[in-house]
Each structure stands twice: as C-alpha cells, then as structure tokens.
Nanobody, 112 residues
Framework: QVQLVESGGGLVQAGESLRLSCTAS????????MNWFRRAPGKEREFVAA????????YYKDSLKGRFTVSRDNAKNTVYLQMNSLKPEDTAVYYC?????WGQGTQVTVSS
C-alpha cells in the first residue's frame, strides 16, 4: 500500500513558476518510479513526466520539455515537479502516481 499526497498548487499568472511536491508513505520510496499526470477541464488525464527510482532518468510529454522538470529526494520520500513559464493551458489538476496508486491531486490555475 502506498499513500501519495500532492501539494504546491495554486493560482499564478502566465509566465510564473510553481513547484509541486508529492510525498509518499507506505513502502520504500526508492523502490519505485514516480509519475506526474494532469487533467485539464473537459479533457482526459494526460502524462506529464516520469522519473526512475534513483532519479537518473526522466521522461516528459514532448510539449513540456524545457519548461517542466521532475526530480526526487528519496531521503524525504518526495518527488517534485518544477513548472516554469506557465501558460493558461497548463491549468489542470496535477496528480502523482506510481503503479496503481494515485494522490488526490493539486489544482494549478494559470491566469492570462
């Protein structure tokens, strides 16, 4: 069993930055890869980024490369999503995920 709790969402203006956090508990954090997804209003959930267990490899939705950065701190059981130069189209609920486990999501709203 794994529990995931996201935080760090909020309302920002276009061009600003946010850093999301997802803290895990229940299993050895360093034993599993972590993913970020998002669901925009009226759209299906989509993949945002992923990071391997040790953090040596990362993967991104093509259109987000260069603006978003995923990282992790295994000592803190936390994965991060740094989002820069935010755009209104980044408005969504952001979820962290591993295996079949999902957090409750954190709302990111970007105003123009």
């Amino acid at each position: 069993q794994v529990q995931l709790v996201e935080s760090g969402g909020g309302l920002v203006q276009a061009g600003e930055s946010l850093r999301l956090s997802c803290t895990a508990s229940g299993r050895t954090f360093s034993s599993y890869a972590m993913n970020w997804f998002r669901r925009a209003p009226g759209k299906e959930r989509e993949f945002v980024a992923a990071i391997t267990r040790t953090g040596t490899s990362t993967y991104y939705k093509d259109s987000l490369k260069g603006r978003f950065t995923v990282s992790r701190d295994n000592a803190k059981n936390t994965v991060y999503l740094q989002m820069n130069s935010l755009k209104p189209e980044d408005t969504a609920v952001y979820y962290c995920n591993t295996d079949k486990y999902w957090g409750q999501g954190t709302q990111v709203t970007v105003s123009s």
